[in-house]
């Protein structure tokens, strides 16, 4: 089975700051990797997805992740972090199933950011 | 704009009385899936529907069960909600086909259970 690993639940930056927000999967087959932002009491949004084109991805809100398959690794970076970054973000990874895909999600990253 | 919409937002609810939560979504998106989030941790799948049939995941408890009377449609419903349920229930929807999409969340509904 397909997983995902998130280092850290929570992750304090200043403003202007360098992100990084680290994920590893888990996958026997070339996975497909995605990141969604969560803020309080809404659901998951997209930032970007890796389906085996690009191994740099670059995603919404200034976000981008890269794929490391020999660190197998998808970590996600934001080169100045603004206090609107604030929020939950989750590293998932997709897993075919029954003719469908079914996404596994890591436990999260809460993302506190310095004024 | 296409979107999922979730009913109601907030639902509060006795110990033991059933209660049902509401998905409808303009995407015209073949497949459904019900997440429960609770604090501070990863949604977690209870069961999706691909057209008409339905998945269940198998450590899912019977004490939920799903509805989906078309395909902009899908309800959720607790029997006999416990503590345990307080939760968030997100509903996402995605397009099956032979390449992954991305899923489509709702803003979710908050269910607390006294």
């Known amino acids: 089975a397909q997983s995902v690993t998130q280092l850290g639940s929570h992750v304090s930056v200043s403003e202007g700051a360098l992100v990084l927000l680290r994920c590893n999967y888990s996958?026997?087959?070339?996975?497909?990797l995605f990141w969604y932002v969560q803020y309080p009491n809404q659901g998951l949004q997209l930032l970007l997805k890796?389906?085996?084109?690009?191994?740099l991805v670059k995603g919404i809100n200034g976000f981008e992740a890269e794929f490391k398959k020999s660190e197998t690794s998808f970590h996600l970076t934001k080169p100045s972090a603004h206090m609107s970054d604030a929020a939950e973000y989750f590293c998932?990874?997709?897993?075919?199933?029954?003719?469908?895909?079914?996404?596994?999600f890591g436990t999260g990253t809460r993302l506190k950011v310095l004024a | 704009d296409a979107m999922v919409i979730q009913n109601p937002r907030y639902q509060v609810t006795q110990f033991g009385k059933p209660v049902t939560l509401s998905c409808s979504q303009t995407?015209?998106?073949?497949?459904m899936y019900w997440y429960q989030q609770k604090s501070s941790q990863a949604p977690k799948l209870l069961f999706h529907?691909?057209?008409?049939?339905?998945?269940n995941e198998a450590d899912t408890p019977d004490n939920f069960q799903s509805r989906r009377p078309n395909t902009s449609f899908c309800f959720l419903d607790i029997r006999s909600p416990g503590l345990g349920d307080a939760a968030m229930y997100l509903c996402?929807?995605?397009?099956?086909?032979?390449?992954?999409?991305?899923?489509?969340f709702g803003e979710g509904s908050r269910l607390t259970v006294l």
């Open positions: 996402a929807t995605s397009r099956a086909s032979g390449r992954v999409g991305e899923l489509f």
């Open positions: 998932a990874v997709s897993d075919l199933s029954a003719g469908t895909y079914k996404y596994i």
């Open positions: 890796y389906t085996s084109a690009a191994t």
């Open positions: 996958s026997s087959v070339p996975p497909y």
């Open positions: 995407l015209n998106h073949n497949v």
């Open positions: 529907y691909y057209d008409k049939d339905f998945n």
